[in-house]
Every structure is written in structure tokens, then in C-alpha cells.
């Protein structure tokens, strides 16, 4: 897949999300092998922000339950 390509896709979700009535949506821009490294090695990454769930944090402060949750997610959505 190309950039443009991708760029349409994602347009094609916002658009059609909000057409079904959606309210919110948020992204998370990494993937799950820099969030993996971050874990590994919180020091590197201190500056690494995510969107949690309604609101952004520093990766390395959440809990680990919460970083696996996120990790989770962004695994199930990485098409690279």
C-alpha cells in the first residue's frame, strides 16, 4: 500500500465512522515494536506519548497492565 493509498483509507474510516453518528475517535501514530522497546527500556523513550482513553500520557508512565492493553491494540491494527 502506498502513502496515498493509506491516507485514503483512513480518511474513508473518519468519514464513515462519523456518518454512523460516532463522537470520538483518537489515534495512536507507533507501532507495536517501538512501544515493546519503550517497555524494554523506559529511559530511551521518556518523551514517547500515547493516547489512552480519553486523554494522552507518557508511554513509560503508565502501568504495565495498561501498556500490554495498548500494545494489545496497537498489534491487532498494525498492517506493516
Given at each position: 500500500?502506498?502513502?496515498?493509498e493509506?491516507i485514503?483509507?483512513?480518511?474513508?474510516?473518519?468519514?464513515?465512522?462519523?456518518?454512523?453518528?460516532?463522537?470520538?475517535?483518537?489515534?495512536?501514530?507507533?507501532?507495536?515494536?517501538?512501544?515493546?522497546?519503550?517497555?524494554a527500556n523506559?529511559?530511551n523513550?521518556?518523551n514517547?506519548i500515547?493516547?489512552?482513553?480519553?486523554?494522552?500520557?507518557?508511554?513509560?508512565?503508565?502501568?504495565?497492565?495498561?501498556?500490554?492493553e495498548?500494545?494489545?491494540?496497537?498489534?491487532?491494527?498494525?498492517?506493516?
Open positions: 500500500m502506498n502513502d496515498s493509506g485514503n483509507k483512513v480518511a474513508a474510516l473518519v468519514r464513515s465512522y462519523f456518518k454512523m453518528d460516532g463522537h470520538h475517535i483518537q489515534f495512536n501514530v507507533v507501532t507495536a515494536e517501538t512501544l515493546k522497546k519503550a517497555q523506559p529511559a523513550y521518556r514517547l500515547v493516547r489512552v482513553a480519553g486523554y494522552s500520557d507518557y508511554f513509560v508512565d503508565l502501568t504495565r497492565d495498561l501498556q500490554d495498548i500494545i494489545l491494540r496497537t498489534e491487532h491494527l498494525d498492517v506493516g
